[in-house]
């Protein structure tokens, strides 16, 4: 029996695959909620948080430095309520430290 390989788009093969369509849905929903929230970070800051995953109500918000995650902290009630006015279903927002800044390099654990 031969196979015919044909290639296709991400965008393609999530409609064809329920589970990837979800995990491209939570994509596009933590990318809305930086959007939302981009205007209260300090525009020094911004280039160093990335959306991270969404599990239910809560977010998470991946940063390049420990720096970075004590101002998001303070932050966090201003995210929050921003976030909810716009209609965003976040209540609750966890900030993690990329590897690299926690000295660790993948495969090889802490420096």
């Known amino acids: 029996m031969r196979r015919s390989h044909t290639s296709l788009t991400v965008l393609q093969a999530s409609r064809e695959a329920p ?3 979800h995990l491209a849905d939570l994509g596009a ?3 809305a909620h930086l959007r939302c929230i ?3 970070l300090p525009r020094s800051l911004r280039s160093g948080v990335q959306a991270g995953p969404v599990e239910g109500s809560a977010w ?3 940063v390049d430095s420990t720096a970075i995650a004590a101002k998001l902290r303070q932050l966090l009630p ?3 309520e921003r976030l909810a006015r716009e209609g965003h279903d976040v209540t609750a927002i966890r900030i993690k430290v990329r590897a690299s800044e926690a000295g660790l390099v993948p495969g ?3 420096a």
């Open 19 to 21: 589970m990837l369509a």
């Open 29 to 31: 929903q933590s990318k």
């Open 38 to 40: 981009e205007v209260l």
């Open 60 to 62: 998470c918000l991946l």
């Open 78 to 80: 201003s995210l929050l």
């Open 108 to 110: 090889r654990g802490a």
